[in-house]
């Protein structure tokens, strides 16, 4: 079987076809990959849900191997909600099969004009196959059936219903080794793209397929891979995320010095009622109710996705993180754990991105359509949203579409996406990257939560782990993991039989945000967009030693990428 294929579907002749990846797409995986397919294949004019708007879907160039956390998928197309690049990455089954199953990438182009499909992908081939029986129905269900009890060699990629009435805020759901949909491809619309095709799900069976074939440094592979396994283990930081998950970081954030607990759509940096859904209270629950941490994915070692149950020792929720616990709790003054977590249960169930329709939802307060706090009204709201009501249709467009609805003018959205929790006021790092990473408002994007540095030093540092973000994300491993350009350099070395080193690994990545930022600049994007809501200028945070807006100028910002 060829190792290093691109599929081809063609949603419009409802036809599959197979090519061996050309040679300059060699070296690239994941997220590097697909930003140079989106460069190189879609019109950046085009409309993020036309039949000629691609979506492009790839593991990393470690995808299939036995470096932990390596099985990361990368979903990249023109994102209906910046109207820019975007790739959302998710972790989950599907990477390392795609992977094994020696594909490099899938293409998913025109589309369907007679209702709903469905695409296997096995050992014995590929089919897409009319699926309207699934139409209309919800992640968990859908799981269950496409994967059931075959969890341990498939997986699946299904949009809910958001994604078949192309809402902005859909993802793409994927399993995880229990077989539940708690891993989402959430950022930038990936499910409206999906639902734009008639793709309803991607099935992808790897049993009896053949093993990863190493080259001759393969006996250096598996030193490596032992001896990054070891750091990981011994790194603190794993040590806290295998108890806390990243909710961990809740009492942190929430200090009075750090104030990046998303209050009240931003209004506020700190709760008072944050301890009721810190990673702590949810570990304190767990415990009583037989709750545990569990890897996304086959072959991780770190574990950090919490397995949430219910007061009856009933499960409720995977995969509770420290984002959709801020979007879905405190900025919308909604806890204790348990009520986040239902929240959290119905948006994977459903189908939407937790931190844009946490943002959505927040500005819909704002607006005085529900109250602040009001959990009835929020699960209401997410309900109308699965039913693709009007008001539900709004809402799951985003937080932009929500504000333009209601005439709000203090948006929390950068390139049009939803701010995530990391506070940019207090931690200006995470504001650079926000401002600059073609993604938009991202803080996977590159993580600079440094506090008290120079302009420069932040300048710089933004520059390199939105560099590094983007070899972790197209090497297709977790950033937990922790993994450094030097270790990446190593594993796709000796993998691949090439010399890489730490500045091959940078080079390519530069390479791939400059393909990024140049869809972007063909799509209409220029330095004004690479900006912070003027909000977040005018709004300080009062930290213990002086309030604290976003001050870094335009002519810094614009240093990041020269
Ligand atoms: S560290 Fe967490 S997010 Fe990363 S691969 Fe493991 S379980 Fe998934």
Excluded at 85 to 107: C, D, F, M, P, Y
Excluded at 467 to 490: E, K, R, T, W, Y
Aim: include cysteine; charge should be negative; charged fraction near 25%.
């Amino acid at each position: 079987m060829e190792q290093n294929r691109i599929v081809r579907v063609d949603m419009t002749a409802k036809t599959i076809t197979e090519e061996a990846a050309p040679e300059r797409y060699r070296f690239l995986g994941g997220r590097a990959l697909t930003a140079q397919l989106l460069l190189d294949e879609t019109d950046p004019r085009v409309h993020p849900l036309s039949r000629e708007a691609k979506l492009f879907i790839a593991p990393g160039l470690l995808g299939g191997t036995a470096v932990t956390t390596s099985g990361r998928t990368s979903f990249g197309f023109k994102s209906p909600l910046t109207g820019g690049t975007k790739e959302a990455n998710v972790g989950g089954q599907l990477g390392h099969r795609l992977a094994r199953l020696g594909i490099k990438a899938i293409v998913v182009d025109g589309a369907s004009d007679d209702g709903w499909y469905r695409l296997d992908i096995d050992n014995e081939g590929i089919r897409l196959a009319k699926a309207d029986d699934l139409a209309g129905r919800s992640n968990y269900d859908l799981h269950a059936e496409l994967v059931g009890e075959a969890v341990l060699t498939r997986a699946a990629a299904t949009i809910g219903p958001p994604g078949e009435l192309r809402l902005a805020s859909a993802s793409v759901a994927v399993t995880d080794p229990e077989g539940r949909p708690s891993r989402h491809a959430a950022r930038g619309g990936p499910g409206a793209v999906m639902g734009a095709k008639g793709l309803k799900a991607i099935v992808v069976d790897d049993a009896g397929a053949p093993r990863i074939v190493h080259g001759e440094r393969r006996d250096d592979f598996r030193k490596e891979v032992t001896k990054f396994s070891k750091v990981v283990l011994e790194d603190p930081r794993t040590h806290n995320l295998s108890r806390t998950g990243t909710a961990g970081v809740v009492k942190f954030v929430n200090r009075d010095n750090v104030q990046s607990m998303p209050t009240r759509n931003h209004r506020h940096g700190t709760w008072a009622y944050a301890d009721s859904i810190s990673g702590q209270a949810i570990d304190e629950l767990s415990q009583e109710r037989g709750g545990k941490m569990a890897p996304c994915m086959a072959g991780c070692i770190i574990k950090c996705a919490i397995l949430f149950n219910d007061a009856n020792g009933q499960h409720v929720t995977s995969a509770f993180e420290f984002e959709s616990i801020a979007l879905l709790g405190s900025n919308l003054e909604i806890g204790p754990a348990d009520a986040v977590a239902e929240l959290d249960r119905m948006c994977d169930d459903i189908g939407l991105d937790t931190i844009e329709v946490g943002n959505a939802i927040g500005v819909a307060m704002e607006a005085g359509v529900l109250d602040w706090g009001d959990w009835e009204g929020t699960k209401k709201l997410l309900e109308e949203i699965r039913a693709g009501t009007p008001l539900g249709r709004i809402i799951g467009n985003g937080t932009e579409h929500v504000a333009r609805t209601y005439g709000i003018d203090r948006v929390p959205v950068v390139k049009g996406q939803g701010l995530p929790a990391w506070e940019p006021r207090t931690l200006k790092g995470m504001g650079v990257t926000y401002s600059t990473s073609p993604q938009g408002a991202d803080h996977t994007a590159g993580m600079v939560t440094a506090r008290g540095a120079t302009t420069e030093t932040l300048i710089k540092q933004s520059r390199h782990e939105q560099l590094v973000m983007m070899a972790i994300d197209s090497v297709g491993v977790c950033q937990f993991s922790n993994a450094l350009p030097a270790d990446m350099a190593q594993f796709v070395g000796h993998r691949f039989d090439i010399d890489w080193d730490d500045e091959t690994v940078l080079k390519m990545a530069r390479t791939a945000i400059d393909a990024e930022r140049e869809f972007n600049r063909r799509a209409g994007f220029d330095r004004e967009d690479d900006r912070l809501p003027r909000w977040l200028l005018e709004e300080a945070l009062p930290l213990p030693d002086g309030p604290s807006a976003f001050d870094i100028p335009g002519e810094e910002l614009d240093k990041v990428w020269g």
